[in-house]
């Protein structure tokens, strides 16, 4: 299976920027969309951003202009930039992959999480 190491996270001032990464222990084939959720506080945890395998991409409204999701696939990672941060991103964020194979179920595959926290 593969493993998700994430990093990047920290602290950072509303209008300031990070840029996490998530690294994947293998090259991935076939179907797959990778993933950032965050989970802050007593909240569900929600899909952010995420870009498919035929390079699809999806962001939350809440962050839509303000984040951007890409991969480097020669490195098996996919980075999360985030700019003009504001307090009500602070959570953790998790990197996921959901693998898609034919005739079974999609598997899912989660990063060990970054804190992110965005305070003056």
């Known amino acids: 299976q593969v493993q998700l190491v994430e990093s990047g996270g920290g602290l950072v001032q509303p209008g300031g920027s990070l840029r996490l990464s998530c690294a994947a222990s293998?090259?991935?084939?076939?179907?797959?969309?990778m993933g950032w959720h965050r989970q802050a506080p007593g909240k569900q945890r929600e899909l952010v951003a995420a870009?498919?395998?035929?390079?699809?991409?999806y962001y939350a409204d809440s962050v839509k202009g303000r984040f951007t999701i890409s991969s480097d696939n020669a490195k098996n990672t996919v980075y999360l930039q985030m700019n003009s941060l504001k307090p009500e991103d602070t959570a953790v964020y998790y990197c996921?992959?959901?693998?898609?194979?034919?005739?079974?179920?999609?598997?899912?595959?989660w990063g060990q999480g970054t804190q992110v926290t965005v305070s003056s």
């Open positions: 996921n992959l959901r693998k898609y194979y034919n005739g079974d179920q999609p598997r899912d595959y």
């Open positions: 293998a090259t991935i084939f076939g179907s797959y969309a």
């Open positions: 870009l498919t395998s035929g390079g699809v991409t």
